[in-house]
C-alpha cells in the first residue's frame, strides 16, 4: 500500500483526494474483489481527509471490471458510511453484480448514492450537492 497526502493505493484500488473539491476519486484494478483491506484503505483515507463529518463530501467511483466485494468490505465501508451520512457517492461504469451490490449498499447506509452512465452527469449530480467535482 502507498499513502501521501492526497493519493492512496493498492493492489485493487486507487483513491485520490481532491481537498479544494472535496472530492475522492476511486479507480478500481480489472478484476478486483474487494475485501477488508480495501475497506481500511478507504475508510482510513476518508476520515484523515474529510474531518469531522460536519461538511459534506463527495466519492465519485469508476467500477469498470470492478469483480465483486466480500462481506468483509461490505460490513466494514457500510459501518463507516453509516457514520458518515453527509457523502454523495457518484457511480460510473458498473457491471451487474456490482450495481446489485451498491443497491444494497444505499438502502444499508443511507446514504446520498446514484449510479450514472457516464462521469460528466455523476460530476454534474456532485456539484449539485456542493460537492465541486
Known amino acids: 500500500m502507498r499513502v501521501s497526502d492526497h493519493h492512496v493505493h493498492n493492489a485493487s484500488s486507487d483513491v485520490v483526494w481532491y481537498p479544494e473539491a472535496r472530492l475522492a476519486v476511486v479507480h478500481y484494478t480489472a478484476g478486483a474483489t474487494l475485501t477488508l483491506d ?3 484503505l ?4 476518508l476520515a484523515g481527509w474529510v474531518g469531522d463529518g460536519a461538511r459534506p463530501f463527495g466519492v465519485l467511483a469508476d467500477a469498470k471490471g470492478l469483480k465483486a466485494t466480500n462481506a468483509d468490505y461490505r460490513a466494514s465501508i457500510g459501518d463507516w458510511f453509516k457514520h ?11 457491471g451487474p453484480v456490482i450495481r446489485i451490490v451498491v443497491d444494497m449498499f444505499r438502502i444499508a447506509t ?3 448514492l446514484k449510479a450514472f452512465s457516464n462521469e460528466a452527469d455523476a460530476r454534474a449530480w456532485l456539484r449539485s450537492a456542493g460537492i465541486g467535482a
Request: avoid cysteine; charge should be neutral; glycine fraction near 10%.
Open 38 to 40: 480495501d475497506a481500511k
Open 42 to 45: 478507504l475508510s482510513g483515507a
Open 84 to 94: 458518515h451520512r453527509e457523502a454523495y457517492i457518484a457511480l460510473v461504469n458498473m
Open 110 to 112: 443511507g446514504v446520498s
